[in-house]
């Protein structure tokens, strides 16, 4: 039954309402009925028995004279009651009927339950005897395996025995003229190594030596002796170990031209994972012992002055101890955190989705790095990618008090970082600092340049892992920095255009009392006599 409102009544409420109803009846000492509230269809009805007086009604009782007003008040009262009761029987009748219906419904619920328990438990038994039947079968291929791979271990070594006595038997009969060596297993692919042979061979030019691993052969020759303590291997029962040079070789080749591994596996005889493993073996052995040796900040009292000279000399400006570049080298996309490796400029500029990682460094009159930071995703701008260096570190500690590292305009102007004015309209002193920090800002420009012309593995997206790569452009920085003090010359015709885009740093001025020094020393080089005529222009 839906009430006025909408709500479905539930038999209880229905029940109080129409019992309410009825007893107020039953206490009402009126003899006029209010309207009876419908009642289901599916209620019992009685039949109304037919009288005569029912037949034939008497319009007005009170002209009867056998009319007694008492007793038709107990008459009414009488059927008030028998209609009562009917109604609370039928009531009864209905209560009764809906608890069987719930108990159908339970009962029915419960079986349905049982049943899906029952189909989900076999589901389950089912899937586990599957399950173990499979384990036992991947057990038995395992045991087999490894059954397999023992008799081929005992009949490679029964092989290798064999060869071995044969070899015993045919030194023994004829003694050849070098003992001890070893020569190569029939399991091992033959590769030709006729490049490399010729390439190590005295006779090989010095000037294609040169071109072709970037450096002449005596400072070759000193790089493997200063690593062959890491990189170099002993021989073994069954096959002869790669020589220190092959082994240095490989890696350098491999930075200097960027060649794919499959390239440089055809050149040296080699296979493509070992000459991948040697790459990042001798240049993390570089990183280890020739980057404390060839790439550290200057410490000694004497060098900082005489980097201090050499400075000034060159631009009139005192106290710079280093220019800073911040230059990106071309990734793969990673699979993790790629928006942060994503490089916006480079891909406008190009036209083409660029991701990078950022190489920041710091070089001295010769162009040679006294410091480097590696690593951070090309997204960063140069600012800060500063901040996360050892320089800053070095900075915050006062290690670097009374002394300039100078910078473009990517970097903020602080108590230890000279930068350019960046304003419009400047005068003629500002136009002059500009064009001496200019001169200082192209000795690290020069440096990024023969850097990347000389590895041109840093040119183009490599083939290194993302977390391998810091040492990998770590040990280009120090080879770099071994033919600068050995005076290995560039050739030109390798010589790559460095292109980088500056960043406006966050916060430009940093410090007041730096920009108050730097008014100073362009009044000074301005009145010095320093200043060129490039600002006439």
Known sequence: MRTPSGNNDTPASFTDDVFSYYISLLDSNSTELSPIPPFSDSMPRRKHRTTDEDSNPDPNPSTNPNFNPIADNQGKKKNKKRSIARLLTSLAVLDAQDESDRHDTDESERRDLSLLESNHQQKTEAMLDYYSSMEEHFDQ????DTIRAKRARLAATAAVTTVAAAASVSENSAEPASGGTHHRRLWVKDRSTAWW????????????????????????????????????????MLRAAIPVEQRVAVCIWRLATGE????????????????HKLVLEVCSAIKTVLMPKFLQWPTDADAISSMKSKFESISGI????????????PIIAPKISVAAYFNRRHTERNQKTSYSITLQGVVDPTGAFTDVCIGWPGSMPDDQVMEKSALYQRAAAGMLTDTWVVGGNSYPLMDWVLVPYDHQNLTWTQHAFNEKIGELRRIAKEAFTQLKSRWSCLQK????????????????????N????????????????LVDDETVPENPLRSHTAKQERDSIAHNLLHRGYAGTGFFS
């Open 141 to 144: 291929l395992d045991e087999s």
């Open 197 to 236: 042979d010729r390439c190590n061979s005295p006779d090989y030019p010095e000037s294609e030596f040169r071109a072709d691993f970037r450096m002449g052969r005596a400072t070759f020759d000193m790089i493997c002796d200063e690593l062959r303590s890491v990189v170099a291997r002993e021989n073994t």
């Open 260 to 275: 794919p591994l499959r390239l440089v596996s055809k050149r040296f005889g080699l296979g493509i994972s070992t000459c």
């Open 318 to 329: 005192p106290n710079v101890i280093g220019s800073m570049y911040t230059t990106h080298i």
């Open 461 to 480: 997206r490599t083939e290194v892992k993302l977390q391998d790569l810091p040492v990998v452009l770590g040990a280009c920085c120090v080879l770099h």
């Open 482 to 497: 071994i033919c600068q003090m050995r005076g290995e010359e560039m050739e030109q015709k390798i010589r790559c255009e």
